[in-house]
């Protein structure tokens, strides 16, 4: 087969042998594909180095056919989030964003909604936006193909779309204060923290310029969409276990030093 250029961005790099890799891409207009790197650690044209999760560019390579890997042999350009490469922080929730993808969408067609959204949320990064908010976002709006959709627009039992509201596990979505004591383990959170929710539900990162999200409620938005992906999910994946193993390792730094 002749090569021809391939445009995507990186999900995952994973190292298939002493030399050689598996590189998982979102390809624009297609969806994702699995390709191989042969000699990818000795690559003369250095693949190794411009190639990590969350590189976006165009790869020379074939395309898998019935099956099997296709090939990337070379690159024509990448763009990459400033300092991924050192920055252990951001590589782990932009890793932990590509391993939801593969888990969402790799027996399953992927709309160009997904690769635009996915370019646009490194563009936010890159011109300074918190990773957290971004990896919220797609945590958010993954929830429809990992399978569990809860109702975060309007109330769940009467569809009220105004008021003040709550998240409810029973009624698998956000419920209006008139409803709050048809659950008495309803979660308590403010409603800022449900707006934020909503807003992901139906926010397009094409049309964002910038995130006005305080830490403390990110924090709480965090913390809800745990509880959705550990008891309606069960998926946690390897980057996500990192990242928790991070911030446990850092709070008790904070509280040796206090």
Not at 85 to 98: E, Q, T, V, W
Not at 128 to 145: D, H, M, Q, S, Y
Request: no cysteine; hydrophobic share 40%; proline share 1%.
């Amino acid at each position: 087969m002749a090569n021809v250029k391939i445009e995507g961005i990186v999900l995952s790099v994973r190292e298939y042998s002493d030399n050689d890799a598996i590189v998982n891409l979102l390809v624009k207009n297609s969806g994702i594909e699995s390709f191989m790197i042969r000699g990818y650690k000795k690559s003369k044209k250095q693949l190794n180095a411009n190639i990590f999760v969350m590189t976006n560019g165009v790869f020379i390579g074939t395309h898998p056919k019935n099956n099997t890997l296709g090939y990337i042999t070379d690159i024509d350009t990448v763009s990459q989030v400033q300092n991924i490469s050192i920055d252990i922080y951001l590589s782990a929730y932009l890793s932990h964003i590509g391993e939801l993808f593969i888990d969402a969408f790799e027996k399953n067609s992927v709309s160009n909604f997904w690769y635009l959204n996915f370019l646009a949320g490194i563009n936010l990064i890159e011109k300074g936006a918190e990773v957290k908010n971004i990896v919220n976002f797609f945590e958010v709006r993954l929830l429809e193909p990992l399978g569990v959709k809860p109702n975060l627009y309007s109330d769940s039992i009467d569809g009220t779309t105004t008021g003040i509201f709550d998240y409810s596990e029973k009624y698998n979505g956000i419920i209006e204060k008139k409803h709050f004591a048809l659950d008495e383990y309803r979660l308590h959170v403010s409603n800022k923290v449900i707006n934020v929710l909503r807003w992901y539900s139906m926010a397009d990162l094409t049309k964002v310029n910038n995130f006005d999200i305080s830490s403390d409620t990110q924090r709480a938005v965090q913390r809800v969409i745990n509880l959705i992906y550990d008891r309606q999910i069960g998926l946690k994946t390897r980057s996500k276990k990192v990242i928790e193993q991070m911030n446990a390792m850092e709070r008790l730094s904070l509280n040796e030093q206090g």
